[in-house]
């Protein structure tokens, strides 16, 4: 078990900043929280820093070699480093560039002033530095960064599902998406979101990330039966997905 106040940093990279925005949310609705850990540095909450901390969470993807620096810097004066949300999971949905030649996109952007901006393929904070945990999502659950904080107070690290949307969408007893002809990425998507999308008739995007061992063959199948299109897949896919089916865990899928 920690200390009894153990300190919590919050920082930001690539990202909308929404997942920080959700830890204020849960903040307002579990004040008890704020008693059982010393909130040291927070941009969207308070102008003091500092340079050391047990807990650092991080939001936002690294898109800029320079982030590198700043990264282990927040590395070396954390214990323990937590990816806050996709865009540090995965690289979100800042990785659909990696599709593309990043100084076209970059004239694109800035035009003539293209060369006045710093940009990089874009990578979860993971490939540049170790952390210990995760919190997924676009933005995060406000109840598992609660039960997150309080694992870690307790000395022990979040216990995040490894099973697809699916389950919750049966738990709910939701009409199946996909049986109505409807896109949904359910299948192949972490759970622990109550499958919030599918239970408002929306197809689940990808924003948890994928489970472990993701069947997409299986998946690209069953789209093909209710007619939606290989292409249709792909591009549901590089919303939040485009990194991950970049990685080794399905270098087959995207060289078949």
Known sequence: MMKSAPTVAFFDFAGCEG???TVLDALQTHPDLLSAIEIVEFREAMSEK???YDV???EGSCTR?????????????????????ACAHTGGVNAMRNDHEIDNLKRVVYADAFDHFEAHQTRPISEVIRIDAFLPGCPIDREEFIRAVKALCLGRMPVIPEVPVCMECKLSENACLLQQGKPCLGPITRAGCGALCP??????????GMIPNPNLEALETIFSQKRCSPRELR???SL???????SEE???????
């Open 199 to 208: 239970s408002l008739g929306v197809g689940c995007e990808g924003c948890r």
């Open 56 to 58: 650092a969470f991080v």
């Open 250 to 256: 399905v270098t087959a899928y995207e060289s078949s």
């Open 50 to 52: 500092a340079d050391s």
């Open 19 to 21: 997942c920080q925005l």
């Open 65 to 85: 070699e320079s982030d590198e620096t700043r990264l282990r810097r927040i590395r070396d004066q954390a214990t323990i480093v937590v990816a806050l949300g």
């Open 240 to 246: 939040f997905l485009t990194h991950p089916l970049q």
């Open 235 to 237: 591009s549901m896919l």
